[in-house]
């Protein structure tokens, strides 16, 4: 025993002291034991708190009592749980490790006075604590495995709600960007707000330069690509009325060269900018005699692209506005910048159909087993780095995560910074739901930011069909697109085709449709196949019983996919499955009517029906209809309408209406919807995850774990997981239990049949 006691009052005491009295070393389950004794109802409670170099008094364990009696004399033996985070060492599955050496217990008494709350440790009538040593990071053992369903419960979607940061020390100098962006040249950049000043005198001085605005904007970019448009969007300033401001930055294509444009063409510079080189651009408004209005609290900022304007392809470095102007820019030394650089600067052109070969080379070789242990080959990661120079943006990914997580290397965050940029900018999706996960959650160095999430989400590569404001993609590529859990496949594939190929040519339209499904997606260990996808959507189609089949072979007749395109027999077709009954029909022809025959009219009335009739993608249509105000039955343009179109729609799951909405939701740019940046990226996330690229890539990782290839099957789902997704999550950690950790927790596992363990 190791008794402390206080006792300054007779009547109120508290002791507190340890059952093993070799107990100067706090592990897991440790258990204390605390006698208290006070004259009034009082409030105990026990603490374990550590306190690392950057953060002090972090509690990590509480347990609180209260006695209502008015005397009280008690004994709590209390055990002692603590978390991965000091136990283990840092590893795959734990990535927030706390380095303390030592952690404080302490506990403190306070009397319950009527209604009010019991205090803080520091604020209590009695307290006592006690300093204990906990193992050295060094000497942490790994995390065990029966703790790894554990692991995707943590590292699960957790938001905090308090998304409004006060910043101590009002500055006018404004970081609108800290950390690296990857920009796509895409419609989607980073929305930065900006709030009039707290300080009376800062706002006085503010509203006062107005009308003569002094300001300064730095930016640092770096091109991979030139302008592909006529203009790319560097910063811009959108006014409450939608309307650009005077703070504009935007690369344009002038025959081959890319100059910066400011607001008109007086702005304009000579000088054309360099490809992979950091360029910074400053911009200064000084004293300006014109008479221009600017607000900097009024609309938005816009880094990259908007709904106005494409962005520019590459990064943006730190970004630095100072609202009232300055002397001298200054920056702090950038090394993932400078990383940044010279990995592109390594890499060289050529030799590209090698990079998939070396990609899938590097993934059969990249772990030796040691001692249950991955390690991963000098050999391996070369050969990925030469896969991601020649733009195979997968092993950007699994570089980054590599580099992020110490699986099976050491740690590097700046590499795995510099590798998930880089698999960003190359506009691969699982690389920017990377990303966009790890700014929501501010994980592994990435700094917390929800503007910055909202970006990579949105930008996605599903989003792309609405560039160009086609009703195309949303018909039977998506609805089609097989939902994740599909992916719990068993070794009978070939039975469940060979069952269905048998009912399908007796007729049998259920069976028609899910084979002709299967072949086009190529599912269930298929191979793609078009062709004779169709014909099964054929059949089951010309049997006219089916209108949700005729719908899905008049679209592929539409689009002419795996059939000779032929409109005239489609529309034939779309029109029967709707007088029989089919909602997506009656989108179809609203889509048919408006983009293919260009009457409006009709079109609207359809898209009116279908909506009507509870389909979300009339829905949209409808609402693009009021954004455009093509009809010309309503030719004006109205956002609030078409935002409640979004909003059903939205509602529904719609994957593009959400696109939409969370573009509000991020600007609050309409009046009457105020900005949620957390929302906005809630419902992207949630969308992104039904992409079915997601999916192929759990199939295939299924499939090799079936063939049991570990290593493939676990690259693959580890290159999902770390987008975020909860399924891939949980089944990494029930591969690493049955192959990589021990054979303990083959009864866990979800993936397949549990008769036998399948490795070893
Ligand atoms: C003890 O009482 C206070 C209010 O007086 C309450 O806030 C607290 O939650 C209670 N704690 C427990 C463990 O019941
Ligand atoms: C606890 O650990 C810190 C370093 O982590 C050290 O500075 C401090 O002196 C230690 N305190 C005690 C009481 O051992
Ligand atoms: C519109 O999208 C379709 C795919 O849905 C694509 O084939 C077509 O090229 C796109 N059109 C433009 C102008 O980008
Ligand atoms: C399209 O289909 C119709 C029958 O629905 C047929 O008469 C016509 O010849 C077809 N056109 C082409 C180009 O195949
Ligand atoms: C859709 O709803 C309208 C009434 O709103 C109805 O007249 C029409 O028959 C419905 N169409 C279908 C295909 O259900
Ligand atoms: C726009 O649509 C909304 C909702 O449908 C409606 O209340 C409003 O009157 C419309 N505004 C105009 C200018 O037509």
Known sequence: MIPVLFSLHSLNFIYLSFTSSRDTVLVDGSVVRVQYQCSKPCHLAVEVVVSTLKKTDLAVFRRNWNSSATRVYRIHQVQLRLPPSILYQHDFFNRRVLDAQNVTVRAWLDHLNDGSEPGTYHSSMLKIYKVLQIKPLSERPTKPPTDCPSWSAQLMWQMTRNRIYHCPHESDTMDLLKFPLATTGEHFGVVRRFQPFIDRGLERARLHAVTQPSVTLSVWIYLLKWCHKKLCGIIHHVDRNNLYDSVLMQLTDTGGSQQLVGEDEAFQTSVALPLRKWIRLDCYIQDSKDSIHYDDTDGYFVIGGSKHISGIRGYFGPIKYYRFGTEEVK?????????????????????????????????????????????????????????????????????????????????????????????????????????????????????????????????????????????????????????????????????????????????????????????????HGLSKDQVSAVKWF??????????????????????????????????????????????????????????????????????????????????????????????????????????????????????????????????????????????????????????????????????????????????????????????????????????ICSFSCCNLLRLSSTKQCPFF
């Open 331 to 523: 920056f702090s030394n950038q090394i993932t910048l400078q990383e940044l650089d010279k990995t592109h600067q390594e890499c060289s052109l050529g030799m590209k159909d090698l990079r998939g070969t070396l990609f899938e080379h590097a993934v059969s070789t990249i772990f030796t087993r040691d001692q249950a242990e991955i390690k991963i080959p000098t050999k391996s990661v070369a050969l990925l780095q030469v896969s991601s120079c020649f733009g195979y943006h997968k092993a950007s990914l699994l570089l980054a995560t590599i580099y992020l997580s110490g699986l099976g290397h050491a740690v590097d965050q700046q590499l795995g910074h510099v590798y998930s940029l880089i698999g960003a900018a190359g506009d691969n999706r699982f690389a920017l739901m990377h990303a966009g996960y790890k700014h929501t959650q501010g994980i592994d160095g990435f700094p917390k930011d929800l503007d910055m999430a909202y970006s990579y989400y949105s930008n996605t590569g599903v989003l792309k069909c609405l560039d160009n404001h086609s009703m195309d993609c949303h018909n039977i590529l998506y609805k089609h697109s097989p939902p994740l859990d599909v992916y719990r496949l068993t070794h009978k594939t070939r039975d469940v085709f060979q069952y269905l190929k048998f009912h399908a040519e007796r007729g049998d339209v259920e069976s028609q449709k899910r084979l002709g499904t299967m072949l086009y997606w190529g599912q």
């Open 538 to 739: 054929e059949r089951s189609a010309m049997q006219m019983k089916d209108p949700s089949a005729m719908y899905d072979y008049s679209i592929l007749l539409m689009k002419g996919q795996g059939v000779k395109r032929n409109h005239t027999r489609g529309f034939q077709l779309l029109e029967k499955a709707a007088a029989m009954g089919s909602i997506n029909a009656l989108n179809g022809l609203g889509w048919y009517h408006g983009i293919i025959l260009n009457d409006h009219k009709t079109a609207a009335i359809y898209f009116e029906q279908a909506a009507l009739n509870g389909s979300a993608d009339g829905m949209f249509n409808l609402g693009i209809y009021h954004l455009s105000g093509i009809n010309p039955d309503s030719p004006w343009r109205n956002e609030t309408a078409a935002f409640h179109q979004f909003l059903n729609a939205a509602q529904l799951g719609h994957i593009a209406a959400s696109v939409e909405i969370a573009r509000y939701l991020s600007t609050g740019s309409l009046e009457g919807v105020s900005q949620d940046v957390e929302r906005a990226v809630i419902m992207l996330k949630t969308v992104c995850e039904q992409n079915g690229h997601l999916g192929f890539m759990i199939r295939e990782a299924l499939q090799a774990y079936l063939q049991g290839s570990w290593q493939e099957a676990f690259v693959k789902y580890v290159l999902v997981a770390e987008t975020g997704l909860g399924l891939a999550q949980s089944n990494v950690a029930h591969l690493c239990e049955v192959t």
